[in-house]
């Protein structure tokens, strides 16, 4: 980075600065859990390694993003938003993109016989969630105008992710009864506990971004 970009990193005192490079996490995060959903309906095994291997690919360039957030957080000395919670945001909305690599990956390594439906409705939840987190995160720009707007993609999120509870309940109930084969249950039981992971988390970083949001305007 050159001397003058440091020089102008130090003393740029909005969070809009790092809006954009959130934003692009919530890009690939929207991007990435779209096509684990598409893994759940598409009956074409064959394409699932290249799907993974897209959805790794997002999650390399998310790792990129990160290592360039924080290097931006360094340099910078006014910022009205907490370093540490901007922090938290980008490394859970991070957290989460490891969570859809490894759901992608498992669906390979597992090969289930047939993907239940049940499971692609609890993969559209995630997916929801994640178009909600989009939403979200452009808010950032003006914490203090955007409280109930910010509030209400949280709360958004919060729902689907109890839904996803509930959904992943019933369905562990369900195979537990109507499933004979041991190994597809356990293969099925394993993707349900991913994409509940998924949906927790989303949770996640909407809880982070409600502690940014009730700090800042306690401050």
Not at 4 to 33: D, H, W
Not at 152 to 165: G, I, N, P, S
């Amino acid at each position: 980075m050159s001397f003058v970009r440091k020089f102008i990193m130090m003393f740029r005192g909005s969070e809009n600065v790092f809006v954009p490079i959130l934003a692009k996490q919530t890009g690939f995060l929207c991007q990435t859990s779209a096509m684990l959903l598409g893994m759940f309906e598409d009956t074409e095994t064959s394409s699932w390694s290249r799907v993974e291997h897209e959805i790794k690919s997002c999650e390399v360039q998310g790792d990129a993003l990160l290592t360039e957030f924080f290097e931006m957080l360094s340099e910078t000395w006014l910022i009205q938003i907490n370093k540490l919670d901007l922090q938290a945001v980008a490394m859970a909305m991070d957290d989460c993109l490891d969570v859809i690599k490894d759901t992608s990956k498992a669906i390979l390594i597992y090969a289930p016989a047939k993907l239940d439906s049940r499971l692609k409705e609890i993969a559209q939840m995630a997916a929801d969630q994640s178009c909600a987190i989009r939403e979200m995160i452009p808010l950032l720009a003006d914490v203090k105008k955007n409280v109930y707007a910010i509030n209400h993609c949280c709360d958004r999120v919060t729902e689907l992710e109890h839904a996803a509870d509930d959904a992943y309940e019933e369905y562990i109930g369900s195979i537990f009864h109507e499933m004979e084969d041991f190994r597809e249950l356990v293969k099925c039981k394993g993707l349900a506990e991913m994409l509940e992971n998924e949906t927790d988390a989303f949770k996640r970083i909407s809880d982070n971004v409600r502690k940014l949001l009730l700090n800042h305007i306690s401050a």
